[in-house]
């Protein structure tokens, strides 16, 4: 069985801050995790994965995320908000081709 | 590559028509998905396929959907009689065997009347 959590299912950040969304997993299996961005009226767009080797893998538009496993999180950061960043952020984990959503955190940039 | 193709992009329709949803996965994926996305209940997922057989349609709502895949690079979504409940973007998505990320295709915005 596999689940994930994100925390906050609403964030706001002033452009220019950090931007940190949070992600926790459960999987009995090895996962593969990774990070979707919708933005609005639009499919869902792969931003970054982990499947195997370095724990800290970058995506587009300058986000990263880190698999720890002993915290089982995965969670997203960008060091600096821009307003072009305004949309909605999944989080997901698969295991044996089957994949589980989060239920998504969207995250508001404000000038 | 193409990437996930859906088609309608966009349907409008009467409550009480039948409403088919297409998909072509990416050429040489092996595992196809249908998801609903609503503002009340996220990205669910109602049925998935593994070389063109059903394997998992416990969400499904109930047995106004039925989806088929006749060959590995089709699938319908059907839905027959349409409510207005059903208004929603009903994507499609495709897994490769050795690959181990999800692909989306844009969506079919359905909105019944």
């Given at each position: 069985?596999?689940?994930?959590?994100?925390?906050?299912?609403h964030v706001s950040v002033s452009e220019g801050a950090l931007v940190?969304?949070?992600?926790?997993?459960?999987?009995?299996?090895?996962?593969?995790?990774?990070?979707?961005?919708?933005?609005?009226?639009?499919?869902?767009?792969?931003?970054?994965?982990?499947?195997?080797?370095?724990?800290?893998?970058?995506?587009?538009?300058?986000?990263?995320?880190?698999?720890?496993?002993?915290?089982?999180?995965?969670?997203?950061?960008k060091?600096s908000a821009h307003m072009s960043d305004a949309a909605?952020?999944?989080?997901?984990?698969?295991?044996?081709?089957?994949?589980?959503?989060?239920?998504?955190?969207k995250l508001q940039v404000i000038p | 590559?193409?990437?996930?193709?859906?088609?309608?992009?966009?349907?409008?329709?009467?409550?009480?028509?039948?409403?088919?949803?297409?998909?072509?996965?990416?050429?040489?994926?092996?595992?196809?998905?249908?998801?609903?996305?609503?503002?009340?209940?996220?990205?669910?997922?109602?049925?998935?396929?593994?070389?063109?057989?059903?394997?998992?349609?416990?969400?499904?709502?109930?047995?106004?959907?039925?989806?088929?895949?006749?060959?590995?690079?089709?699938?319908?979504?059907?839905?027959?009689?349409?409510?207005?409940?059903?208004?929603?973007?009903?994507?499609?998505?495709?897994?490769?065997?050795?690959?181990?990320?999800?692909?989306?295709?844009?969506?079919?915005?359905?909105?019944?009347?």
């Amino acid at each position: 069985a596999q689940s994930v959590t994100q925390l906050g299912s609403h964030v706001s950040v002033s452009e220019g801050a950090l931007v940190l969304l949070r992600c926790n997993y459960s999987s009995s299996v090895p996962p593969y995790l990774f990070w979707y961005v919708q933005y609005p009226n639009q499919g869902l767009q792969l931003l970054l994965k982990y499947t195997t080797g370095a724990t800290l893998v970058k995506g587009i538009n300058g986000f990263e995320a880190e698999f720890k496993k002993s915290e089982t999180s995965f969670h997203l950061t960008k060091p600096s908000a821009h307003m072009s960043d305004a949309a909605e952020y999944f989080c997901a984990v698969s295991g044996n081709q089957k994949v589980t959503f989060g239920t998504g955190t969207k995250l508001q940039v404000i000038p | 590559d193409a990437g996930v193709i859906q088609s309608p992009r966009h349907e409008v329709t009467e409550m009480g028509q039948e409403v088919t949803l297409r998909c072509k996965p990416i050429s040489g994926h092996d595992y196809l998905f249908w998801y609903r996305q609503t503002m009340m209940r996220g990205l669910e997922l109602l049925i998935y396929f593994n070389n063109n057989v059903p394997i998992d349609d416990s969400g499904m709502p109930e047995d106004r959907f039925s989806a088929k895949m006749p060959n590995a690079s089709f699938s319908t979504l059907k839905i027959q009689p349409s409510e207005p409940r059903d208004s929603a973007v009903y994507f499609c998505a495709s897994i490769g065997e050795s690959g181990n990320t999800i692909y989306f295709g844009e969506g079919s915005w359905l909105t019944v009347v």
